[in-house]
């Protein structure tokens, strides 16, 4: 059997069903640039008959992707696949995804119908389908609780109508990996023109097993899995692209692939999250911020002997450049020693002891240990006095109607400067008047908002992370006002650039 699996992304559709994270066309077209890049197979990009907007999005989108397949969704109504047909005549290389329930949940209590019928339109919708392109996907949908008898009769008949890819959706994300798994293999022991299609899977995370239950799928005989960027999607989510691919790319002996350049992952999570207003939780595998950090002692002596003691993935793989040493009380020497030692400090075994017990004192007190607090525990303070670049002054307009704009002045090597500018909100256009000061090209790589206390006077902390010439350096601050903490913060990071 081929052990190449393809990447089905359907982050501009199924992804962009989550409250809240809805793009615009020219959104869209960046995503899916990016999702090109990335390597991905084939490109759900959109339910054109829904909305004028998706049915735009569907044609632009087709006008600008060359490589992998554009595909449409639709239900197993005529006037939806003829939408879906007009909207990807564009297309280099163009599908049609459609389908119909095909559990007793769906067929009696969404359908009102019953099995035979939703046979014969799940056919007649496949026929229809296969008069304007010639690769036809057709999804079962809440497959995962159908009857695996009626679910093997089904996809028997749309291969035989004209199906190229039959899709064996976990529509409510119900199964667990081992039934999941058992679903696949019926069907690849009980259909008898299987081979004559791509076995798909699509699952979703309710119960948190979507990932798990595609890799049943996939060792079982699917050869298509369906998901999303950063796992985003309905509800609690769909299958994330990212775990399943590093998980065929670490577990050398299941013998699968897939055509994904990796080192596109970081930069294709941060693109989704940005565009789509949706965080990625720290801890979320693969591209959450802390799965390269190592905070514990016993970890950070671990991974600074060998990666490999407690990391399964080189962070290079998927784009990152390196594993992060987080410095905390939980921290022990031979991190200690590491950091202060890219610092330039090279502090004599006899001295470690010391510096490690006012280490631990200073990291019980204050979560966060920077550069500056290294220097000063190693006896190396620096000169006492103004920060290089320091705020002087702050105003901020914006509004319902209102352009966001910012006027800032800052004191530089003792010259006072001041720049205004626009932007999409009041940190945007105070960001954009300092980077227009200093005339610095930097990246912002990562930017956090904290709240300290509780209530509508929240003292509010500030993390940024900005790129400059290939180095990174951190800024911090904490003011009541968020706005101004954040340019304190990013003046921060700034005023290291030597």
Excluded: W
């Amino acid at each position: 059997m081929n052990n190449k699996i393809q990447i089905f992304d359907t982050t501009l559709r199924d992804g962009e069903q989550v409250p809240g994270c809805q793009l615009n066309t020219i959104e869209k077209i960046e995503i899916a640039r990016q999702l090109e890049k990335l390597g991905v197979d084939i490109i759900e990009a959109g339910f054109p008959v829904s909305s004028p907007g998706d049915f735009n999005s569907v044609v632009e989108i087709s006008k600008n992707i060359k490589e992998p397949v554009i595909c449409a969704l639709t239900r197993a109504v005529n006037k939806d696949i003829e939408v879906a047909a007009e909207s990807l005549k564009h297309a280099k290389r163009k599908r049609i995804h459609t389908g119909i329930g095909t559990s007793e949940f769906h067929i009696k209590n969404k359908l009102n119908s019953n099995p035979e019928d939703i046979l014969k339109r799940a056919v007649a919708a496949v026929k229809f389908a296969r008069k304007f392109v010639d690769d036809v996907e057709f999804y079962a949908e809440d497959a995962g609780r159908s009857d695996n008898e009626y679910l093997a009769r089904v996809i028997e008949a749309v291969i035989k109508a004209g199906a190229t890819v039959v899709n064996i959706p976990d529509t409510t994300g119900y199964c667990l990996p081992q039934e999941y798994g058992e679903k696949i293999a019926y069907l690849v022991n009980n259909v008898p023109n299987i081979d004559k299609a791509v076995i798909s899977t699509h699952c979703h995370n309710d119960l948190g097993m979507a990932t798990a239950n595609t890799l049943a799928g996939i060792v079982n005989g699917a050869r298509q899995v369906e998901v999303t960027v950063n796992g985003i999607g309905e509800r609690a989510g769909n299958t994330s692209l990212e775990e399943v691919v590093m998980a065929i790319k670490s577990h050398h002996a299941l013998d699968y692939e897939t055509g994904v350049n990796a080192t596109e992952i970081i930069k294709s999570s941060k693109l989704v999250s940005t565009l789509m207003r949706m965080p990625v939780q720290p801890n979320k595998a693969i591209v959450g911020r802390n799965a390269f950090s190592h905070s514990s002692g016993i970890h950070q002596d671990g991974v600074l002997k060998s990666r490999q003691n407690y990391e399964i993935i080189d962070p290079a793989e998927i784009g990152l450049k390196e594993s992060a040493i987080v410095l905390t009380a939980r921290s022990g020497r031979a991190a200690l020693r590491h950091r202060l030692q890219l610092l330039g400090y090279e502090v004599e075994a006899e001295e470690l002891e010391d510096v490690y017990q006012r280490f631990l004192d200073f990291a019980d007190k204050k979560k966060d240990i920077n550069d500056e607090d290294l220097e000063i525990l190693a006896g190396r303070e620096k000169k006492k006095g103004k920060p290089p670049i320091e705020l002087v002054s702050l105003q901020v307009m914006c509004g319902k109607s209102t352009i966001p704009t910012a006027t800032v002045q800052v004191s530089f090597k003792g010259d006072v400067f001041t720049e205004t500018a626009s932007g999409n909100g009041p940190i945007d256009a105070s960001f954009t008047a300092v980077k227009n000061l200093v005339k610095r090209r930097v990246r912002l790589e990562e930017f956090l908002i904290q709240a300290i206390t509780r209530g509508s006077d929240d003292l509010g902390k500030v993390h940024v992370q900005v790129e400059h010439k290939g180095d990174i350096y951190y800024g911090f601050s904490a003011h009541t006002d968020i706005v101004t903490a954040s340019v304190e913060a990013f003046l921060d990071a700034l005023g290291k650039i030597s």
